[in-house]
């Protein structure tokens, strides 16, 4: 990460790798995306619409949290693979 850092703001250095610098778009483009969306999301207001629907209830849930599964899955994952090979 100080590499990155460095690297972005030196201009002596070599510039960086373009594996690196699409992690660092990828980043800014998460990031951004969650300062977006956070402020226009009430999670009162969904959890209280969703609870209103017998039928649809179990299903939201269950795939909510099923895709929250995948994605803890693929980050941790992520996270590891750079982790050893760095």
Do not use: W
Not at 3 to 17: F, G
Request: a positive charge; proline letters at 3%.
């Amino acid at each position: 990460m100080g590499r990155l850092i460095l690297n972005t703001l030196s201009i002596s250095k070599a510039p960086l790798p373009s594996s690196q610098k699409a992690d660092i778009l990828r980043m800014l483009l998460l990031a951004s995306s969650i300062a977006i969306l956070i402020p226009l999301t009430d999670a009162s207001k969904i959890y209280h619409s969703i609870r209103g629907q017998d039928t649809i209830k179990l299903y939201v849930i269950f795939n909510v949290l099923e895709v929250g599964t995948f994605l803890v899955v693929y980050v941790l994952r992520h996270l590891l693979e750079h982790a050893v090979f760095c």
